[in-house]
């Protein structure tokens, strides 16, 4: 009997043991992460790289980028400016990276654009010249974009902190398969199209949180 208490004792004393070293290495670990911020933010990027890729694939794009919200300080009157600024940018080859032009943008600058973004549940255009937004589209013009997808990055509040989106430079989306044509002239992106872009806006947000 003293011989099987003995045994017994050995193996929780072992497996506290055990667990406590596991305990240990994962404190650690979780010590040195928070400690490195570079490092955290280069690990979380690698993810929404990885998401983006993955998008311009799937759509077909030749840009896929995300842009987020920020304060950009503070006017005379005390109020804070809402500005947006391009973060992650990928490209196909030949294709032009545009994420070092779209920084601060103040959002008052893009009303049009904004609202129907946030009203629509997108800003979605085969024809990028037909957006409603004239200024709008003629900046999308000079940047020769032909279609462009966008949809909000929303939190699981509901709370917009950013605008994922998709453009086509080489030909329109609608050679893609992803257009389709009704009422009369009127050309819209598909709806299998808007539920996977908004799958991957939320996937996104978790990334940007």
Do not use: W
């Not at 937004?133 to 509901?158: C, E, H, R, V, W």
């Amino acid at each position: 009997m003293d011989g099987l208490y003995l045994i017994v004792s050995a193996l929780i004393g072992a497996a506290a043991t055990i667990a406590s070293v596991l305990i240990s290495r994962k404190n650690s670990k979780k010590k040195i992460n928070s400690r490195d911020p570079i490092l955290n933010e280069t690990q979380n990027n690698e993810n929404i790289y990885t998401a983006l890729e993955f998008v311009m694939k799937e759509m077909g794009a030749d840009r896929a980028y995300i842009l987020q919200f920020h304060n950009g300080g503070y006017y005379i009157s005390g109020r804070s400016q809402q500005k947006f600024s391009c973060t992650h940018e990928m490209v196909e080859n030949g294709i032009s990276r545009e994420c070092e032009f779209s920084q601060n943008h103040i959002v008052s600058n893009f009303h049009e654009y904004i609202n129907e973004l946030i009203n629509s549940g997108k800003f979605a255009y085969l024809e990028a010249e037909v957006a409603k937004d004239y200024s709008f589209a003629m900046m999308m013009k000079q940047k020769g974009i032909k279609s462009i997808y966008n949809i909000p990055i929303k939190t699981l509040n509901n709370t917009v902190i950013g605008i994922l989106g998709v453009d086509y430079i080489k030909s329109c989306a609608s050679k893609n398969n992803l257009g389709s044509c009704d009422m009369g002239e009127k050309h819209a992106f598909a709806e299998n199209t808007d539920e996977f872009m908004k799958r991957q806006a939320r996937t996104i947000a978790g990334y940007l949180i």
